[in-house]
């Protein structure tokens, strides 16, 4: 079991930046490839970026490519999501997530919540002017 406990959200203006930071506890969290999902009033929950467990692989979605950096330390078992140039549209709550499962066997569904076993509460984001 892994729990997942998400920090950072805020209110902010249009074009300032957030960091977001995930703690994990429980089972090694090295092994575990990690996600952000986000989800907007009204609508469903979506893909924002992966991480595999070594941190060498990291995939975004198209709408925040260039803007929002994911990151790891597995010293501190944590995974962090730098948020840059923000935008009404990033308005959501952000939720952390944990696959227990190597890269290779979520390679080509790192984008769909059912691949990832454990989620965070979640944090919101505010973006306004």
């Known amino acids: 079991q892994v729990q997942l406990v998400e920090s950072g959200g805020g209110l902010v203006e249009p074009g300032d930046s957030l960091r977001l930071s995930c703690a994990a506890s429980?089972?090694?969290?090295?092994?575990?490839?990690m996600g952000w999902f986000r989800q907007a009033p009204g609508k469903e929950r979506e893909f924002v970026s992966a991480?595999?467990?070594?941190?060498?692989?990291?995939r975004y979605a198209d709408a925040v490519k260039g803007r929002f950096t994911i990151s790891r330390d597995n010293g501190k078992n944590t995974v962090d999501l730098q948020m840059n140039s923000l935008k009404p549209g990033d308005t959501a709550v952000y939720y952390c997530?944990?696959?227990?499962?190597?890269?290779?066997?979520?390679?080509?569904?790192?984008?769909?919540?059912?691949?990832?076993?454990?989620w965070g509460q979640g944090t919101q984001v505010t973006v306004s002017s």
């Open positions: 429980g089972r090694t969290f090295s092994n575990y490839a």
């Open positions: 991480i595999s467990a070594s941190g060498g692989i990291t």
């Open positions: 997530t944990a696959a227990d499962r190597p890269w290779g066997l979520i390679a080509s569904a790192y984008s769909l919540a059912g691949a990832y076993e454990y």
